[in-house]
C-alpha cells in the first residue's frame, strides 16, 4: 500500500490550485476580448460594402419613396461581386449623380439600383447590416473617356449619400459596383466639376468660386492643381500651374511642363483650381484646393465631317431639359435657312430626347449629336464648353433656345428669304468685314396668341401675337475670335481685341422668341432655370427683371386671362412663310407633323 505521504503527493498532482484557475480565466478572457476587437474592426460579413458618416445634414434628407423600397442585408448584396469604379458623386438638390469608369462587360442600356447604406451616427446592431435599394433616375455615357453617369433619388431619412450601384438582375447574373476607397460625397455648391484642351492650356469648370458676372477676375487669386501617377490611389495633387484667366465659373489653366509639349498626354488627368481662403488673404497664402470630379478631356469631333474636310459655315448650340418635342420643328426650319450642324446640351432631360435625337440624325440625315451635360444652371459655362468643341469645327455657330426662331421678313422687292438665306448672311459677312466676329439679331417676344393647348401645327404657325418693342437680342459668333476668358451673358460673348460684332438691322432679320407659349408648357419654366445668373421663379428675387414674365408671383398658378397676355401687334409673317415653303402640296403637313395615316 501506498504510504500516506505519497497518497498527499498524488493529491497535490491532480488538483489544481486557486492560482492555476486565475491564470486560465485571465487568459480566456484575454482571448475574448481579442475576438470581439478584432471582429469589430474587420469584420466577417462582406467588408467590401462600407457605409460612411457624412456631414449630420444628410441624415435629414429623404427620397420621395419611404423605407418600403425594397432592401437586404449584407450577404445578399454581395454575392456575385464586379466590381467598376465610382470616380466621383455629386450631391444635388433633387438627386445624387455619380460618374462611374464604365466596364464593357455591362453591354449596352445598363439598369442599376441605387444602393444606400445606414449613416453610422444611427446604426444599432440590430440594423447595422441593412442596406436599400432604389431604381436609378437614368444611366448615361459621358464624356470623352467612356465614362457613365448614373443619377439616383436622394438617400431616404437616416441613410447615406455616398450612394452605391447595383446592377439590375439578368437570369442568374448580378452585377454589383462597391465604392472601395472612394467614399467621397462632393456638394453641388463647391465643385470643379468639368475640363477640357484648348491648345496647350486646360479650362476648366468650376462651382464655389462666386465670382462677379459678366465681368474678368484677378486670375492670381488662382492655382491650378494636376493629380498624376497615382492620384486614384492618394489623392495627391502633384503638380501646380497658374492660372491664366478667370471669369464666371471658367479658368483657364496653364498646362505642366511635362505634357505641355504633348497636350494630348493631359487626357484623363484630375484637375481642381486652388485658392486663397478667404477674401483678405495675402497672396503668399497657401490655396484651399476645392473638390473635383474633373478629368481632363479632348474634345473630339462627333459629327460628320463635310467631304472636303473642312469647317461648316454654319452652326447651333443650345441647352435643353425636356425640350424633345420642339427639337424637330426647329432643326428642319434652320436647316432650310443653311444651318449645318448641331449641338444639343442635354440638362437631365427624361423626355427620350436620346431617340428623338438619333430619328433626326438617321432618318432625316441632319448633323446633330447630344451631348449630356448634366450640371444644373450653368449655361453660361456650358455655352463656353460649346464654344470650344465647335471651334474644331466650325465658322459660325449660333447660340440659341429651341422656342427660338430666325425670321427674314417680306420684302415686296425680293419675296421671300431662299433657302440657306442665313448661311449666306454670315458668309458675306466673313468675307466683306473680317474683323467682325459676332452677329446681333434683335428678339420679338409671342405670347400665347389666344390658344389654350398647344398647337398642333408647330410654334411658327400656332403663336402669331407678340409684344410690340424688341427684348434683347441673341448672336452667331466665331469661335476662334472670343475673348481668352469665354466670358459670356448667356447668349453673346465677349471678343478678343480687335474684332468687333454687327447689329442686324430688324428690316434685314429678327429672332421670333416664343417665350410665352400656352400655360400648359409655360409652367415647366417653374421648375428650374438653365441660367446660372437668371433667379429660378420660385423665388422671390428681380421680380421686375425681364428675366421674369410679367404679373406673375413665384407658383406656378394660371394667372387670369393668360392665352391672351402679351398680345400687342399680330404678326403672322413666319407662319406665311412656314406654309409657303414647308407644307406639303398633297396633304398639307408640315415635316414636323405627325400623319394620322
Not at 315 to 324: H, P, R
Not at 515 to 521: C, L, N
Given at each position: 500500500m501506498d504510504s500516506s505521504e505519497q497518497r498527499r503527493k498524488r493529491k497535490r498532482i491532480i488538483r489544481p490550485s486557486s492560482q492555476t484557475y486565475l491564470r486560465s480565466f485571465i487568459l480566456c478572457f484575454s482571448f475574448l476580448i481579442f475576438l470581439f476587437l478584432l471582429s469589430y474592426q474587420i469584420p466577417f460579413t462582406s467588408s467590401v460594402f462600407r457605409p460612411v458618416l457624412v456631414v449630420s445634414s444628410l441624415s435629414l434628407l429623404s427620397s420621395s419613396s419611404d423605407l418600403s423600397s425594397s432592401s437586404e442585408s449584407f450577404q445578399d448584396f454581395s454575392s456575385s461581386i464586379l466590381h467598376l469604379q465610382i470616380e466621383g458623386r455629386v450631391l444635388f438638390p433633387d438627386h445624387v449623380l455619380l460618374l462611374v469608369n464604365k466596364n464593357d462587360l455591362l453591354g449596352q442600356n445598363a439598369e442599376f439600383e441605387c444602393v444606400y447604406g445606414r449613416n453610422r451616427s444611427v446604426l444599432s446592431n440590430i440594423e447595422s447590416d441593412v442596406i436599400v435599394k432604389e431604381k436609378a433616375f437614368s444611366v448615361d455615357d459621358y464624356g470623352e473617356s467612356g465614362g457613365m453617369l448614373v443619377r439616383c433619388p436622394l438617400p431616404p431619412a437616416n441613410y447615406s449619400a455616398v450612394v452605391n450601384l447595383r446592377k439590375v438582375k439578368n437570369i442568374g447574373v448580378n452585377v454589383v459596383h462597391v465604392g472601395d476607397e472612394n467614399q467621397t460625397l462632393n456638394t453641388w455648391e463647391n465643385v470643379a466639376y468639368a475640363a477640357t484642351l484648348d491648345g496647350n492650356t486646360a479650362v476648366v469648370f468650376v462651382k464655389g468660386l462666386n465670382l462677379r458676372p459678366q465681368r474678368e477676375s484677378d486670375s492670381s487669386q488662382f492655382s491650378c492643381h494636376f493629380g498624376l501617377g497615382n492620384f486614384e490611389k492618394d489623392g495627391k495633387f502633384a503638380l501646380r500651374t497658374k492660372a491664366i484667366t478667370a471669369a464666371q465659373e471658367v479658368v483657364r489653366c496653364e498646362l505642366p511642363l511635362s505634357v505641355r509639349k504633348s497636350p494630348e498626354k493631359a487626357r484623363?488627368?484630375?484637375?481642381?483650381?486652388?485658392?486663397?481662403?478667404?477674401?483678405?488673404?495675402?497672396?503668399?497664402?497657401?490655396?484651399?484646393?476645392?473638390?473635383?470630379?474633373?478629368?481632363?478631356?479632348?474634345?473630339?469631333?462627333?459629327?460628320?465631317?463635310?467631304?472636303?474636310?473642312?469647317?461648316?459655315?454654319?452652326?447651333?448650340?443650345?441647352?435643353?431639359?425636356?425640350?424633345?418635342?420642339?427639337?424637330?420643328?426647329?432643326?428642319?426650319?434652320?436647316?432650310?435657312?443653311?444651318?449645318?450642324?448641331?449641338?444639343?446640351?442635354?440638362?437631365?432631360?427624361?423626355?427620350?430626347?436620346?431617340?428623338?435625337?438619333?430619328?433626326?440624325?438617321?432618318?432625316?440625315?441632319?448633323?446633330?449629336?447630344?451631348?449630356?451635360?448634366?450640371?444644373?444652371?450653368?449655361?453660361?459655362?456650358?455655352?463656353?464648353?460649346?464654344?470650344?468643341?465647335?471651334?474644331?469645327?466650325?465658322?459660325?455657330?449660333?447660340?440659341?433656345?429651341?422656342?427660338?426662331?430666325?425670321?427674314?421678313?417680306?420684302?415686296?422687292?425680293?419675296?421671300?428669304?431662299?433657302?440657306?438665306?442665313?448661311?449666306?448672311?454670315?458668309?458675306?459677312?466673313?468675307?466683306?468685314?473680317?474683323?467682325?466676329?459676332?452677329?446681333?439679331?434683335?428678339?420679338?417676344?409671342?405670347?400665347?396668341?389666344?390658344?389654350?393647348?398647344?398647337?398642333?401645327?408647330?410654334?411658327?404657325?400656332?403663336?402669331?401675337?407678340?409684344?410690340?418693342?424688341?427684348?434683347?437680342?441673341?448672336?452667331?459668333?466665331?469661335?476662334?475670335?472670343?475673348?481668352?476668358?469665354?466670358?459670356?451673358?448667356?447668349?453673346?460673348?465677349?471678343?478678343?481685341?480687335?474684332?468687333?460684332?454687327?447689329?442686324?438691322?430688324?428690316?434685314?432679320?429678327?429672332?421670333?422668341?416664343?417665350?410665352?407659349?400656352?400655360?400648359?408648357?409655360?409652367?415647366?419654366?417653374?421648375?428650374?432655370?438653365?441660367?446660372?445668373?437668371?433667379?429660378?421663379?420660385?423665388?422671390?428675387?428681380?421680380?421686375?427683371?425681364?428675366?421674369?414674365?410679367?404679373?406673375?408671383?413665384?407658383?406656378?398658378?394660371?394667372?387670369?386671362?393668360?392665352?391672351?397676355?402679351?398680345?400687342?401687334?399680330?404678326?403672322?409673317?413666319?407662319?406665311?412663310?412656314?406654309?409657303?415653303?414647308?407644307?406639303?402640296?398633297?396633304?398639307?403637313?408640315?415635316?414636323?407633323?405627325?400623319?394620322?395615316?
Open positions: 484623363g488627368i484630375r484637375i481642381t483650381i486652388g485658392m486663397l481662403p478667404h477674401i483678405h488673404a495675402k497672396a503668399h497664402e497657401k490655396h484651399v484646393l476645392l473638390p473635383s470630379v474633373a478629368k481632363i478631356s479632348d474634345l473630339k469631333t462627333e459629327g460628320r465631317r463635310n467631304i472636303e474636310n473642312v469647317k461648316y459655315d454654319l452652326c447651333m448650340c443650345t441647352m435643353v431639359w425636356n425640350q424633345a418635342s420642339a427639337l424637330r420643328e426647329w432643326i428642319t426650319y434652320h436647316s432650310w435657312l443653311g444651318v449645318e450642324r448641331w449641338f444639343i446640351y442635354d440638362n437631365n432631360s427624361d423626355d427620350n430626347i436620346k431617340a428623338v435625337v438619333e430619328e433626326l440624325e438617321t432618318e432625316n440625315n441632319y448633323n446633330v449629336t447630344r451631348h449630356v451635360w448634366p450640371w444644373i444652371k450653368t449655361q453660361e459655362a456650358g455655352f463656353s464648353h460649346c464654344a470650344l468643341r465647335a471651334k474644331q469645327e466650325c465658322n459660325w455657330v449660333s447660340f440659341m433656345d429651341v422656342d427660338e426662331y430666325f425670321y427674314f421678313p417680306y420684302s415686296t422687292r425680293t419675296g421671300y428669304a431662299g433657302q440657306h438665306a442665313l448661311r449666306s448672311l454670315v458668309a458675306n459677312v466673313s468675307s466683306s468685314s473680317p474683323k467682325i466676329a459676332e452677329i446681333r439679331t434683335t428678339c420679338h417676344s409671342f405670347g400665347p396668341s389666344g390658344l389654350n393647348s398647344a398647337p398642333s401645327q408647330g410654334i411658327t404657325v400656332g403663336y402669331t401675337c407678340r409684344l410690340k418693342s424688341p427684348e434683347r437680342h441673341k448672336s452667331i459668333i466665331r469661335p476662334d475670335a472670343l475673348d481668352t476668358t469665354l466670358l459670356n451673358v448667356v447668349h453673346h460673348f465677349y471678343l478678343r481685341k480687335g474684332f468687333r460684332y454687327l447689329n442686324l438691322p430688324q428690316s434685314t432679320a429678327v429672332i421670333n422668341h416664343y417665350k410665352y407659349q400656352v400655360w400648359e408648357v409655360f409652367r415647366a419654366k417653374f421648375f428650374r432655370r438653365v441660367a446660372t445668373y437668371v433667379t429660378d421663379w420660385q423665388k422671390n428675387q428681380n421680380e421686375g427683371s425681364r428675366d421674369r414674365a410679367p404679373g406673375l408671383g413665384t407658383e406656378a398658378i394660371e394667372p387670369p386671362n393668360w392665352p391672351l397676355q402679351f398680345c400687342e401687334v399680330w404678326d403672322t409673317g413666319l407662319r406665311d412663310f412656314v406654309l409657303s415653303n414647308f407644307a406639303d402640296l398633297s396633304t398639307g403637313l408640315l415635316p414636323w407633323e405627325r400623319s394620322s395615316f
